[in-house]
């Protein structure tokens, strides 16, 4: 094994959510720690979470950046502001960075006066503010577009804005709500990039997303969560939870060139997922 498992990042037990009467998802439980790799210095980690549509992906997205409250349960994610070793705190709405799959953007702001707003609560002046905007505008390869406005910029363009975003309120855990829908074959390299780039943004960076594209789940994740509706007691029921989980770095598969074994395991998720 060329890697350990470090300390806990993210801790979801007993899960669920429900809008009025109905319940949405339940008994989500999940456990990811840091991963630390031999000659790597950090080890950012990304999971992956499919299913079927109307399994409760998107509201378990919601629940997991505090936009929803929980009916059941806690998600404790590690405290970065804390010294004391294993420090956690419950999740509250700002705690992780959530990019929607519209990238929702103020209209009425250019890049550079959103990312100044998404700064507003920090104790930086505003010369450490704007050093720190032309940073991550270089960065993110948008230094050209910092006077546009969103229905200037194209879909790639908008969600990087959307995601620097995010960072500037929550640099160690960012979710991502399909960040490949309806993407044309350059946006998705594009995005891909994206994805790199946030792995370099810190060392203990976490990229939660969800998508319909499987196989780009099994090359991109290193842990691959399936929501789906489960069988108890021999009955299929009408909420989503956690059906399977399919870790790629116990399997031999995580940060490898995508080939045969992972479309081999891209076909089991596949039938996972028709099975729920």
Sequence with gaps: M????????????????????????????????????????????VIAVVGRSGRGKSTFFKALTGLVDPKTGKILI?????????????????????????????????????LKF?????????????????????????????????????????QRTAIIEQLFSSDQFIVMDEPFSGLDVGNIIEVKKSFDLLNSTSEYNTIIFSTHDIELAVELAQVIYVIGYPTVNGEKQKYGSIVAKF??????????????????????????????
């Design 247 to 276: 870790d790629l770095r116990e399997l031999g598969l995580a940060w490898k060139e995508f080939g045969e074994e992972h479309l081999h395991l891209t076909k089991q998720i596949i039938n996972q997922m028709m099975l729920s």
């Design 78 to 114: 590690k405290d970065f502001t804390s010294n004391e070793e294993g420090a956690a705190k419950e999740i509250k709405e700002g705690d992780i960075g959530f990019v929607d799959q519209k990238y929702t953007l103020f209209r009425h702001k250019t890049v550079h006066q959103t």
């Design 118 to 158: 998404a700064l507003r609560k920090t104790s930086l002046t505003d010369a450490e503010k704007e050093e720190k905007i032309i940073e991550y505008l270089h960065k993110w390869g948008l230094d050209n577009f910092a006077d546009k406005y969103p229905n200037e910029l194209s879909g790639g363009q908008r």
């Design 2 to 45: 060329d890697f350990e498992y470090k300390e806990t990042l993210l801790y979801v037990e007993n899960l669920s959510v429900a809008y009025g009467d109905t319940v949405i998802i339940k008994d989500i439980n999940l456990v990811e720690k840091d991963v630390v790799r031999e000659g790597h210095n950090s080890t950012s980690q």
